[in-house]
């Protein structure tokens, strides 16, 4: 499974926000979102992500309060990358290795999309779950499970 799945069954909304902009401002839209993360993009280049972690991080460091800091200062300004031909298992390894919970989707310098922690997890979930279903199709009177079932009784 390649990102590009992921990013076909998620859609392609994407957040993105300039590094000159206010750090509250761009709090408040990923809380009126829902979202995890901004895209930060500068002249219709990726120059950074904002998340949560980094938000946190610069309350903190500002006294408990956003202030006048503005996206730039506290944004990721080398975040992971990868492209739509990425493998799945790829990205949770890269993710897992710099505690990433959200990554870019660049095809050249064009920003295809963001995948999160949770799109990969899902997927990989889903993947396990259709081969599990084709393997008991396959073997002969397999008890079929009820569907929604949370875990396998022992």
Same mark, same amino acid.
């Given at each position: 499974?390649?990102? #590009?799945?992921?990013?076909?069954v998620?859609g392609n909304?994407?957040y993105? =926000?300039?590094?000159?902009?206010k750090l509250?401002d #761009?709090? &408040?839209? %990923?809380?009126e979102r !829902?979202?995890g #993360?901004? /895209? /930060?993009?500068s002249?219709?280049?990726l120059? +950074?992500m904002l998340?949560f972690r980094?938000v946190?991080a610069a309350? $903190?460091r &500002?006294? +408990?309060? *956003?202030? &006048?800091?503005t996206?730039?200062?506290v944004? !990721? !300004?080398a975040?992971l990358?990868?492209?739509?031909e990425? @493998?799945? !298992?790829e $990205?949770?390894?890269m993710m897992?290795?710099r505690?990433?919970?959200?990554m870019?989707v ?6 295809? +999309? *963001?995948?999160s922690f949770?799109? $990969?997890a899902?997927?990989?979930?889903? +993947?396990?779950?259709f @081969?599990n279903? %084709?393997?008991?199709a396959? =073997?002969?009177?397999w008890?079929?499970?009820e569907e929604?079932?949370d875990?396998?009784?022992l």
């Amino acid at each position: 499974m390649k990102v #590009s799945d992921i990013l076909r069954v998620k859609g392609n909304t994407l957040y993105t =926000i300039a590094p000159d902009h206010k750090l509250g401002d #761009s709090v &408040n839209t %990923m809380a009126e979102r !829902d979202i995890g #993360s901004l /895209v /930060v993009m500068s002249h219709g280049e990726l120059v +950074g992500m904002l998340t949560f972690r980094e938000v946190i991080a610069a309350i $903190v460091r &500002n006294g +408990g309060t *956003v202030g &006048n800091l503005t996206v730039g200062t506290v944004m !990721d !300004d080398a975040p992971l990358t990868c492209r739509p031909e990425t @493998e799945i !298992d790829e $990205v949770r390894r890269m993710m897992l290795g710099r505690h990433a919970r959200y990554m870019p989707v660049l095809d050249g310098r064009t920003l295809m +999309g *963001v995948v999160s922690f949770y799109d $990969v997890a899902k997927a990989v979930v889903d +993947g396990q779950d259709f @081969e599990n279903r %084709m393997l008991k199709a396959y =073997i002969r009177d397999w008890p079929v499970e009820e569907e929604g079932a949370d875990a396998p009784k022992l």
